[in-house]
């Protein structure tokens, strides 16, 4: 049987840019004409995303932020090279990437072969954190035969799942894109090919948010935008079967989730300005103590209100712990409040 090494971790796009521009989605919201007045006022923000502000506008609690992530991430990196994986499986939301107008399944395997990314020309941007050009090239190794194995494996288990050779629109959605760059911020390569597995975490805001935020005058009309995401119950039970099949591949597999948790621009209760902290305890407890049932009871409705809609990737990722009978080895919860949503990182250990 083979051995399967589990990861949790964050795709942080603001780690794509500069410190000062953390608070970008924060500064939207504020601009918003429809946000209260009485919200505008520092005086009813919570005390964490006060102190986060600070004089500065955020950008030194930026920079300690970004230096922790850095830290986490090279952790991951050095678990995974430790490992050698024959292939990593890494779930990630689709942001109107992949998943558009034509065609918005709940899941997809995406079985590619290599391929070469742009990853500055895409978002227009001449800086960034590594000092790359705009025409930057980075090789991604892909393993259509193992997303072919997985892909067949899911609905010979019941599970009708799409797949695909090549990207319909996007060539890798900013999910895996981000989270390769940070694997290898040292700029070393990225030498162990991924199967994106992708999920539609947005689901009733998918389309009509274009994968983003809504402006909070449509936040009565979200229900009834677009079909839901798929349920977290379902979310875990592919991930157990995600499990079961590569456990019983030839392949050596990193099982990875990848995304923050509760995000301000998704929690409408909050006005969008802070992301829902005290929700995210809560499933970082459950994750902790190897608490699946608690995760396993988790609604869509408690999704939505939370603004946990990419933390879908994590319950795939529980789904799949379970299943091997795993608990994490090391975790951390990273606390934010005016930078969109915290973060954790978990290592499960290889078994």
Known sequence: MAEILGIGCTHRPLMMGADADWTR??????????????????????????????DDHGVAA???????????????????????????????????????????????????????????????????????????????????????????????????????????????????????????????????????????????????????????????QIENMDPPSPNPSRCMALGAAVARIMKDSPYRTVLCASSSWSHAFLTEKNHQLWPDVAADKRLYAALQEGDYDTWRATTTAEIEDAGHHETLNWFCLMGAMEALDRTPAKAEFIESWAFVSCVVFAHYAAG
Not at 29 to 44: G, H, T, Y
Not at 173 to 182: D, E, G, R, S
């Open 25 to 54: 989605f924060l500064d939207m919201v504020l601009a918003d004409p429809d946000l209260p007045p009485e919200m505008q006022d520092p005086a009813n923000w919570p005390p964490g995303m006060v102190a986060e502000l600070a």
């Open 62 to 220: 930026a920079g300690r932020h970004r230096a922790t992530l850095k830290r986490h991430f090279a952790e991951a990196r050095r678990a995974i090279d430790e490992f050698r994986p024959d292939v990593v499986i890494m779930w990630g939301d689709d942001q109107m990437e992949n998943f558009r107008e034509d065609l918005v399944p709940p899941f997809a395997v995406m079985a590619y072969e290599d391929q070469e990314i742009q990853p500055w020309m895409e978002r227009k941007n001449d800086k960034n954190p590594w000092g790359e050009p705009i025409d930057y090239r980075y090789t991604v190794r892909g393993h259509r035969e193992a997303g072919k194995y997985l892909a067949r494996g899911l609905i010979e288990a019941g599970f009708d799942m799409p797949y695909a050779y090549k990207p319909l629109h996007h060539p890798l959605a900013h999910a895996f894109k981000n989270t390769i760059l940070l694997l290898d911020d040292e700029r070393r390569g990225f030498d162990w090919p991924v199967v994106p597995f992708h999920v539609n975490c947005y689901g009733s805001r998918l389309i009509a948010a274009n994968g983003l935020r809504l402006p909070l005058a449509m936040r009565g």
